[in-house]
């Protein structure tokens, strides 16, 4: 009974509140996601592009506006998390207080608590993708094409399934994915000079993990 009504009390001040308190919690619950109006940011270095990951096309994710899990249509290029956290990495939780307040992104400065209605007006619209955010590099658009061209969620999904109906053979491709998005990332590093922590924004983020912690499949690459 006393929980019940500390949440109608939560609830209540949450309806009677008409300005941010500075409690970190939307800060806490992850990094947003990236729209056209944060190109700006970008350019100007204000955002650097080892701070993104992208969840790409065919993976799962949570909707922050309506909740539930969705399957990605499209790339979205989110800001990351602190290592261990679930709170943006702009965030510093000791001030309570965001690192690029001035330079913050279209969903953190349409976020009020006490009314998302801004907010899910924007959510969906205008997204940011990586080709977008490459705009004047062609030879990372042309690396993000030749690993989608071998990775693409439409082969994970048609594997998965495969897999799970018992076909060997789908097991053995979706292994063989996965080493070769392995081998690809070491290659970037290796071979092209690419520094690890931009691979989560160009490539998305481990195949190995994401079936993991999407699909329950776990792979042991070589």
Known sequence: MMASNAKEESSKATRNQTACRRCGECCKRGGPAL???DMEFIRAGAIPLNCLYTIRPGERA???VNGGLFQVTTDIVKIKSHEGSSACVFYDDDDKACRIYAHR???CRLQACWDNSALEGAYTG???SRKMILENSEWLRDMIDAHE???HFE???HY???????DLASADELTEIVNYDVHFREIAVSKGNMPSDLLDFLLGRPLAKILQDQFGVKINHS
């Open 105 to 107: 992104p279209l969903e």
């Open 126 to 128: 205008e997204r940011l």
């Open 149 to 151: 061209a071998r990775c």
């Open 155 to 157: 082969f994970i999904h």
């Open 62 to 64: 949570y909707d922050n």
């Open 160 to 166: 998965v399934e495969g897999r799970e109906a018992g």
């Open 35 to 37: 729209h056209e109006p």
